[in-house]
C-alpha cells in the first residue's frame, strides 16, 4: 500500500489524532484539532497534510496562512492576482476574473503603513519585525474577500489577521498621524 494509499485509508479523525501526537504541530492538542483542520483544508480541496500545515489556531479561532490563499486563488482557475508594488511601507495587488484564456482585471486591494497604524498595528511584533509579510498578508485576504470571496467561503481570517486581533481588552495605544501623513507616537516618526 502507497503511502497516499494509506493517508486515505485512515479516517481523519485518525489523522488528526497521528497529527497531534507526532509533536510536529505545537497549536493542535488534541485528535479533534487535528481533525478540525484537516476538515477544512478538505473543504477547499487541500490533501491531510496540505490542511495541517497551513490552517493554525489562534486566540481559539481558525485561521490560514495567507500565501496558502494566494495559492487558492491561482489555482481556481477563475481568478488570479499580480503584486504591483511590495515595500515594507506598502503592498498593491491586482486581482483579475479569468474568462477562457483572458485575464480580466477586476480592481486593486492595496495596504500600507498607514492604514496599519490606523488600525493600531504598527507597534505589534511581527508588523515591526516583517512589514512586509503583514501588508502582502493583509493587502491580499481583503482583495480576496472582496474580489473572490468564492475562493475561501466563510473561512476568511487569515493567521496573520487573528494574530493583530487583540482578544478580550481593546487596545490601548494611540497611533498619532502628522499633518503630512506619518506615523508618530510621541518618538522618531516611521
Request: aromatic content about 8%.
Amino acid at each position: 500500500m502507497s503511502e497516499t494509499e494509506l493517508v486515505k485509508a485512515l479516517p481523519d479523525m485518525e489523522l488528526g489524532k497521528i497529527f497531534a501526537e507526532s509533536g510536529m504541530f505545537p497549536d493542535i492538542k488534541s485528535a479533534a484539532q487535528g481533525y478540525v483542520k484537516i476538515l477544512a483544508g478538505r473543504e477547499l480541496g487541500m490533501s491531510p497534510m496540505q490542511s495541517i500545515s497551513v490552517f493554525y489556531f489562534v486566540g481559539g479561532r481558525l485561521g490560514i496562512v495567507a500565501n496558502a490563499v494566494g495559492a487558492l486563488i491561482k489555482r481556481s482557475g477563475k481568478y488570479d492576482y499580480e503584486i504591483d508594488s511590495h515595500t515594507d511601507q506598502e503592498c498593491s495587488i491586482s486581482f483579475y476574473k479569468i474568462v477562457g484564456k483572458k485575464r480580466e482585471k477586476i480592481n486593486q486591494s492595496r495596504y500600507d503603513i498607514k492604514m496599519a497604524a490606523k488600525a493600531g498595528l504598527v507597534n505589534k511584533d511581527n508588523w515591526k519585525n516583517h512589514p512586509m509579510n503583514m501588508l502582502f498578508a493583509r493587502a491580499l485576504m481583503n482583495g480576496q474577500r472582496w474580489y473572490c470571496p468564492d475562493v475561501t467561503f466563510s473561512m476568511c481570517y487569515s493567521v496573520e489577521e487573528l494574530q493583530d486581533l487583540t482578544l478580550g481588552e481593546p487596545v490601548k495605544t494611540t497611533v498619532e498621524l502628522s499633518n503630512k501623513g506619518e506615523i508618530t507616537n510621541g518618538k522618531e516618526t516611521v
